[in-house]
């Protein structure tokens, strides 16, 4: 990265921690009213960065982390979100979701989609969504994959009709759902308010699941590039193992980093490109500060711009016929 | 390249994927103007799904395998990017020139 790239990144930790919890202060105990903040804690840095901000905003007394695996998590999540929030003093309460995901059919009705693309898939094998576009020397689209895996043999893709894709991707956001059922279940018992960890990346560019991970009360780190992120992790004294580890969705049973299913670029490198283009930055310019092609940020410009068209939806709230403005005067809730 | 008569025409093509996409994408936009050269990708006509689902429905249209490396926006990219794709495609491997392609349902 070069200087003046990190020159504009670079946060004022002091100001921004000072802000984002006073933020949080004003929108929990003012706007919503409530006493508190149940956080959903992956083990991941930007769950456990918000966290840390909770506990710094409202006291640790006043936050709830909630792990929330199923059969398919990986085993480390759990482990690096209950140190952490053990390091944090906050409450910290472990749900498995396997039974009420298997309730709602989200393995079966995901495992029928795969069957009818490799009719050996059943018990023991693995899977994960994979996308593959040709790199950003080829003119190649993205395309989606389903990755599976019999037990003790080798990893193959198959290439995803729609309809199966739908219906991988319905079963699954179930996973993200169901926590964010519970997550309120928590809020409503303790007249905590619900905070969502997206970043601006994740953000910006709608990966998340409407209903599911996309809904909190509070985001307070929706408008942070991932980099700060980071920065922000070391400042607030998140463990490493917590820093070092590769931004994962923890959703399919094979191991899936969020490049593989939703970005195309490496995301320390899509975050820098992110931010040259929301700068105003001109790809020629941007090419030269990153060290990168001029016609691969074009490339990545246009996508950026693609995946913002296709989730636009995803951010909107329900649309309604005519305006209500007795309802719209409450519903501005800023940092105060 | 010259014209075979067993094979689809290049404007023949065009004309059924444009009511494809017509029927599949702008179904409640009957205003949008959709010509030859207009871009379909990035324009809030087709999103990445829809790539996949245009795909298909060429492959069963025109009765063509479509490989990875040809999903590009080069060939996919507006209606007459298609034509042009497909009609050398069906000529090139005979698969379209030696079959009818199947009518819409």
Not at chain 2, 2 to 23: F, H, K, L, N
């Amino acid at each position: 990265m070069s200087e003046a790239i990190a020159e504009r990144l670079r946060l004022d930790l002091d100001q921004v921690t000072g802000q984002i919890t006073s933020a949080l202060r004003h929108q929990v105990g003012e706007v919503l009213r409530r006493s508190g903040i149940v956080v959903a804690m992956s083990g991941g840095v930007d769950s456990s960065v918000c966290a840390a901000l909770a506990a710094a905003a409202v006291g640790a007394q006043r936050v709830l982390g909630l792990s929330l695996p199923e059969r398919e998590s990986d085993a480390e999540s759990l482990a690096l979100a209950r140190e952490w929030a053990t390091q944090l003093g906050i409450e910290f309460l472990v749900e498995d979701i396997s039974g009420t995901l298997d309730a709602c059919g989200c393995y079966a009705r995901r495992d029928a989609a795969i069957r009818r693309l490799v009719p050996a898939y059943g018990e023991g094998w693995r899977c994960k969504l994979v996308l593959e576009g040709g790199g950003l020397d080829s003119g190649r689209l993205s395309i989606c994959y389903v990755a599976v895996q019999p037990p003790g043999g080798d990893v193959r893709k198959v290439r995803l009709p729609a309809r199966e894709f739908r219906e991988i991707v319905a079963a699954t956001n179930f996973k993200q759902r169901v926590r964010k059922m519970l997550e309120y279940y928590h809020a409503d018992r303790l007249h905590f308010a619900v905070l969502g960890t997206p970043n601006r990346l994740e953000y910006d560019q709608g990966f998340f699941v409407k209903g599911g991970d996309g809904l909190a009360d509070v985001k307070p780190i929706a408008h942070l590039y991932k980099s700060q992120v980071y920065q922000l992790a070391e400042h607030l004294g998140v463990p490493p193992a917590v820093r070092s580890r590769p931004p994962t969705t923890d959703t399919y049973s094979l191991p899936q980093t969020q490049e593989e299913f939703f970005f195309s670029l490496p995301l320390t490198q899509l975050d820098l490109v992110l931010q040259a283009h929301n700068d105003g930055r001109s790809a020629a310019e941007a090419a030269i500060d990153l060290g990168m092609q001029r016609e691969h940020v074009e490339r990545v410009y246009r996508d950026i711009e693609r995946k913002r068209n296709a989730t636009r939806a995803l951010h909107l709230p329900p649309l309604l016929v005519d305006r209500v403005p007795e309802v719209e005067d409450h519903q501005s809730g800023g940092a105060g | 390249m010259s014209e075979q008569t067993t094979g689809p025409a290049q404007s023949e093509i065009v004309d059924r994927t444009r009511a494809y996409v017509r029927e599949n994408f702008l179904y409640m936009r009957p205003d949008w103007k959709l010509g030859d050269e207009d871009p379909l990708l990035g324009t809030g006509v087709i999103d990445s799904i829809g790539v996949i689902e245009l795909v298909e429905f060429l492959q069963d249209a025109f009765r063509l395998a479509i490989v990875e490396d040809e999903i590009t926006e080069q060939n996919l990219g507006s209606l007459a990017a298609i034509g042009r794709f497909v009609h050398q495609k069906c000529h090139a491997n005979g698969s379209g020139a030696s079959v009818r392609p199947r009518q819409l349902a």
